[in-house]
């Protein structure tokens, strides 16, 4: 993945995705990451666009965690119970030299950030390009994230057009 097009801020959301996925255990980078990433970063259109909205990095990682814990609920897996029985022991973070891979959903939103500057006429990648990548995945992890905090996509990508006129 060429890097040179990003913007700043793109490149610090990317990164704290990375720290993201390290914190929250995840052995790839997903869409999920990336929210989160731009959430962490705080800097950037998007962060704009979904502090706007009321959408705070607390309660993502919530959701996202909560999505996971339900995920595992569904084959008969609580994860509660892992963590009380283990206590202390129970850590699911990544160690800092083991590489965290982009998942082909995250390379698949980083492509289209790609396309989407483009298409926007933007000679940079910035952080409402991942994020408009983001929403066109209805059935991504981010998206669903977002639905959960009460926000659709058409209301981000309203919001995101704003700020960038703004």
Known sequence: M????????????VEAALQEA????????GDEDLLLGILRADEG???????????TLEDARGESEAMFS??????????????????DAFDLRIPDKRRIPFAPGAKQVLERAVRTS?????NYLGTEHILLAILENEDGAAVRILARLGVSPEMLE??????RSG
């Open 2 to 13: 060429i890097f040179n097009r990003f913007a700043r801020e793109a490149r610090r959301s």
């Open 22 to 29: 390290r914190m929250l255990g995840h052995d790839s980078l």
């Open 45 to 55: 259109i998007a962060a704009e666009a979904l502090a706007s909205l009321g959408v």
């Open 70 to 87: 339900g995920a595992l609920a569904s084959i008969g897996i609580s994860l509660e119970d892992i963590q009380r029985e283990a206590g």
């Open 118 to 122: 483009a298409t926007l006429g933007d």
């Open 158 to 163: 309203e919001g995101l057009f704003a700020a």
